[in-house]
């Protein structure tokens, strides 16, 4: 069974699209997380939910929201998708959400191939 | 801010020998957690090996090893009996302490990765 799951795994689209990247974890972990890696391989964090609360939010523009319904999906929609949005972008999950953790590791799903044409 | 730095953007081995990748970071934390993770060509991000930086001993895992340095801020993985299936790129990565608390707990900071090549 998958931990973290990303569909789809390769989406092709055209600039001023809107388009929403799913993902699932069956690990049972309270915090979410979506990563960008860019054409030269550099990865960076986007957002980190816990417990469906938004925790971390970097400098990403609006056009993406993220949408959490319950712990175990958060889910990644695009708005007007640009050219330079295209991207490997990651899902990844971990277990606790606390300052007290001890044992932080995060689990990647395979990750969503963005191409903007 | 936390910067991690790998300064080898591409290595190579022969099978069975071993090699070591080179990693830097800048923090101001004195309690923080380092991660060396591998990406093979399938692209699925996979944790190779983790250290916390209050511990003294360098963390270990079959044939993956780190040498932690705190006070040179250095942190190198060394991979011994290189394996075909080891190729991979290979990231670098600091995060916070959990008793840092706040809004950037948990936030992974990567470096930009070595590709590593292991020859038959």
């Known amino acids: 069974d998958t931990a973290v799951s990303q569909t789809p795994k390769y989406l092709v689209t055209q600039m001023g699209n809107d388009k929403s990247i799913k993902c699932e974890q069956n690990?049972?972990?309270?915090?979410m997380y979506w990563y960008k890696q860019d054409s030269k391989k550099f990865l960076k964090i986007m957002f980190s939910?816990?417990?469906?609360?938004?925790?971390i939010n970097e400098t990403v523009p609006n056009r993406f929201s993220p949408k959490s319904p319950d712990k175990a999906h958060l889910n990644l929609h695009i708005n007007s998708l640009e050219l330079g949005d295209s991207a490997v972008y990651f899902c990844?999950?971990?277990?606790?959400?606390?300052?007290?953790?001890?044992?932080?590791?995060?689990?990647f799903g395979a990750g969503t191939r963005l191409s903007v044409l | 801010a936390q910067t991690v730095t790998q300064s080898q953007p591409e290595m190579s081995v022969q099978e069975a020998e071993t090699v070591t990748l080179s990693c830097t970071y800048d923090?101001?934390?004195?309690?923080?957690?380092l991660f060396w993770y591998k990406q093979p060509p399938s692209r699925q991000m996979i944790l190779v090996i983790r250290?916390?930086?209050?511990?003294?001993q360098n963390a270990t895992e079959n044939r993956f090893s780190v040498n932690f340095q705190k006070a040179a801020k250095s942190f190198s993985l060394k991979i011994s009996d290189s394996q075909l299936g080891d190729t991979a790129m290979y990231f670098c990565a600091f995060m916070k302490h959990g008793n840092a608390g706040g809004t950037s707990y948990g936030k992974l900071t990567f470096g930009q990765g070595t590709i590593l090549t292991v020859h038959p």
């Open positions: 923090t101001s934390e004195s309690n923080y957690y």
């Open positions: 939910y816990n417990n469906k609360e938004l925790i």
């Open positions: 690990l049972g972990h309270d915090t």
């Open positions: 990844a999950s971990s277990q606790y959400y606390t300052p007290r953790i001890t044992k932080n590791i995060q689990y």
């Open positions: 250290q916390e930086a209050y511990k003294q």
